[in-house]
């Protein structure tokens, strides 16, 4: 049997890093991905989708929350979870979520900072293999002297 998720999108909010005692954190945020098609009216109908997403290990939490912000173009490719709880009313509510295990930032940082800028479209994917981090990367089309304190 097979559980995985590939998503194409932009970030809805700037990830959020959740820490907890034993020194782990996460990092959650939502993504939304679009669609359009045609009706039988012949009307262009656009449909958006939003997916919450977790990324459950620290390493790669934390470059989330540092390089992905509002409105960032992200590849998270994942597993579905759906749990449930119950609310203040006592109602059992449902959520669904996509377990982060690779991910890739797919537009360049802008530094503001002057600090030039950096083209990683082909570049840094970041994944997670049993609470193990990995960084697969390619040479970047431009990078510079000023791209060296990027971890990618």
């Given amino acids: ?50 997916h919450n997403v977790k990324i459950p290990t620290k390493k790669q939490a934390e470059i989330a929350e540092k390089y992905l912000k509002k409105g960032s173009l992200v590849y998270v490719e994942g597993k579905i979870r759906t749990r449930s709880y119950d609310d203040k009313d006592g109602n059992k509510k449902y959520l ?17 900072g002057g600090g030039g800028n950096y083209d990683n479209g082909g570049g840094s994917s970041y994944s997670t293999n049993n609470n193990q981090s990995t960084r697969n990367q390619e040479a970047p089309a431009n990078t510079s002297a000023a791209d060296d304190d990027l971890p990618f």
Avoid at 17 to 46: C, M, P, R
Avoid at 96 to 112: H, P, Q
Wanted: aromatic share 8%.
């Fill in 1 to 50: 049997m097979v559980n995985k998720v590939t998503l194409i999108g932009r970030l809805g909010k700037d990830p959020v890093l959740k820490h907890f005692s034993n020194d782990n954190a996460i990092a959650e945020f939502s993504v939304a991905t679009d669609e359009s098609y045609k009706n039988k009216e012949g009307q262009k109908v656009e449909q958006t989708e939003w």
């Fill in 96 to 112: 669904t979520e996509i377990i982060c295990e690779t991910f890739r930032m797919l537009d360049g940082k802008k530094d503001s």
